[in-house]
């Protein structure tokens, strides 16, 4: 379903009505494409505080394909590493650092902030490195012009974060805002090719006939996977054709049929390195007039199968060591919904799911667990929705818009990497910083 109103504000006469009025004016966001696959404008790399990691920040920093901002020109990105900041004194500097600079970030741009793990034993560093987060979250609500500000915290080096830096300082990240991240010190995987990471890959895309898991499919072929796309029967035709097109297999299977995991383990004989947990569905009804089998089939699906299939296929180790799990939350399952208790039910089950399999799964398998939590996405799910509530939710953001399913695929395809190793057990939500549960 188009979104008119994005396209009206995006003309002069538009822009100018919904200014005088005082409405929301979504900015265009770059996205990244073939032909712009960098941002447009260079990157100032500021500190506050004293920080141990400015000349590997900086290495890394020069491998984004940005160019180093020396005070004039178009500032596409700021990063900010405020990981030395440890009292009141460090915090200020995080203010005069920002303050002078963050008017002239250009449409589309970036801030990240560089945070340390709060301490549990200094409560000074701990008070300031948690207020680093309120700082992060109430600047994404004021940048505006499609401006995204995030927090990254580094146990570890800085390299460590690399393939997070490269993702938040690209157009990949476009409709992700107001998040904070945590990098831990895990060694990263290595990768040959930045341009095409999951070369020699195989990845299983759940859901993938349409919609977010179409883009998940995609997004992660055009990383260098081979991707096996499997959707109901009755997806036949669509998952067919998503599937040819993007040279991967097509495996039509119920995923919450008992025989699930036996037959994607038949399917990827050679073995998986990422599972996209993405099929999902809603059967909404207020709890006083929901039935019982509206409740039974969307936590069989959203939430069971994706409980069976991870053991199954981490027992049998078709999940392979080096492996990605992805599994699709919701902003709903963090903020809840009117007529949703069961959609909400799964998909926080799908968060204490990852947060608690996370780091077991990578001790004894070598294999990460991140979840996405979307916000509004244009897909056939939210077309569904009443048009008043739909409305709501695509304005109810700090970029007053809603996002397209290759923003949840970029961020999908950002842990899926070889180099995500350090990112675990994180629920990521792609969703613009959305009012809701923030
Ligand atoms: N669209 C949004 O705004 C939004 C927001 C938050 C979360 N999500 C989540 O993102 C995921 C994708 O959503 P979407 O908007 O692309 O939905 P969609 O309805 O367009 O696509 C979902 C796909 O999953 C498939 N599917 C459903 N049940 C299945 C089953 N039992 N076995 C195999 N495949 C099955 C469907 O056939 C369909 O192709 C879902 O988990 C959804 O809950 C979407």
């Known amino acids: 379903m188009a979104d008119r109103y994005l396209h009206f504000t995006g003309t002069p006469a538009g822009r100018l009505l919904t200014r005088r009025l005082g409405l929301p004016q979504p900015a265009t966001l770059h996205r990244w ?53 440890a009292d009141p004194a460090g915090l200020a500097e995080v203010h005069a650092a920002l303050h002078p600079v963050v008017r002239s970030v250009t449409t589309s741009g970036r801030i990240v902030v560089l945070g340390a793990v709060p301490s549990p034993t200094d409560h000074h560093q701990a008070a300031v490195q948690q207020g680093l987060e309120g700082f992060v979250r109430s600047l994404g609500k004021e940048a505006g012009r499609g401006v995204t500000v995030n927090l990254v915290r580094i146990e570890g080096g800085a390299g460590a974060a690399e393939s997070t830096l490269r993702f938040l300082l690209s157009p990949k990240s476009a409709y992700v805002s107001g998040q904070a991240v945590t990098v831990t010190d895990a060694e990263p995987g290595a990768v040959a090719d930045w341009d095409r990471p999951l070369s020699g890959r195989t990845a299983l895309v759940t859901g993938a006939a349409r919609g977010i898991g179409a883009a998940v499919a ?18 036949g035709e669509d998952l067919e054709r998503t599937a040819a097109r993007l040279g991967g297999t097509a495996l039509a299977l119920d995923i919450t049929a008992p025989d699930a995991a036996d037959r994607i383990t038949a399917e990827a004989s050679a073995g998986l390195d990422v599972l996209v947990h993405n099929a999902g569905i809603t059967r909404d009804r207020r709890l006083a ?22 053991d199954a296929l981490l027992k049998t180790g078709t999940l392979r060591a080096g492996g990605r799990i992805v599994a699709t939350a919701s902003i709903a399952g963090i903020a809840g919904n009117n007529g949703q ?54 304005r109810m953001n700090s970029l007053a818009q809603g996002g397209d399913p290759v923003d949840v695929a970029e961020t999908t395809a950002w842990l899926a990497h070889p180099a995500s190793t350090p990112v675990n057990g994180q629920t990521v939500r792609v969703c613009g910083q959305s009012l809701l549960g923030a």
């Not at 995609?218 to 997806?235: K, S």
């Not at 007039?289 to 991870?310: K, P, Q």
């Open 289 to 310: 007039n929901m039935d019982a089998a509206r409740w039974a089939s969307v936590i069989a699906v959203n939430l069971t199968s994706v409980l069976d299939t991870t």
């Open 218 to 235: 995609a997004t992660l072929a055009r990383d260098g996977a081979r991707v096996i796309c499997l959707d109901v029967p009755q997806a």
């Open 33 to 85: 494409s073939a032909e712009r696959p960098h941002l447009e404008g260079a990157l100032l790399h500021l500190t506050a505080g004293r920080s141990t990691r400015t000349e590997e920040l900086a290495a890394v920093l020069a491998r984004t394909g940005l160019p180093a901002g020396c005070g004039n020109g178009p500032v596409a990105a700021v990063v900010l590493d405020a990981t030395g900041v």
């Open 341 to 394: 208790t069961n959609y909400a039910a799964s998909k926080a089950g799908v968060i204490g799911l990852v947060r608690s399999l996370a780091p077991r799964a990578y001790a004894e398998h070598g294999v990460t667990v991140n979840a996405v939590a979307p916000g509004f996405i244009e897909t056939k799910m939210t077309a569904a929705v009443p048009l008043l509530i739909r409305e709501a939710g695509r």
